[in-house]
């Protein structure tokens, strides 16, 4: 049913770039609340952004104005596209699919690891 697959994971170096991608199948990223999540050993998951359906976002403190959330609803996908990313950033990062009053669903999660 509800697919997210993460993709554009991997290495970078401090300071670098990097986009995460979410191919969605079984809902639909513009019709639904969207968001990133990351998870660091040891730490709780933590919100990276979200998006509504009206394209209102809502950034963590820790990324605002390094990351952005993005949608192509051709191709039922969500993107974050990282710039300036820090050593802290390195994380699993998870997609998010919400319906209000209904489930959420996230996908496997993808390393994302900033070498110093």
């Known amino acids: 049913q509800v697919q997210l697959v993460e993709s554009g994971g991997g290495l970078v170096q401090a300071g670098g770039s990097m986009r995460l991608s979410c191919a969605a199948s079984g809902i639909s990223v513009s019709a639904n609340t969207m968001g990133w999540y990351r998870q660091a050993p040891g730490r709780q998951r933590e919100l990276v952004v979200t998006i509504t359906t009206g394209g209102t976002t809502n950034y963590a403190d820790s990324v605002k104005g390094r990351f952005t959330i993005s949608r192509d609803n051709a191709k039922n996908t969500l993107y974050l596209q990282m710039n300036s990313v820090k050593p802290e950033d390195t994380a699993v990062y998870y997609c998010?699919?919400?319906?209000?009053?209904?489930?959420?669903?996230w996908g496997q999660g993808i390393q994302v690891t900033v070498s110093s």
């Open positions: 998010n699919a919400r319906r209000p009053f209904q489930n959420t669903y």
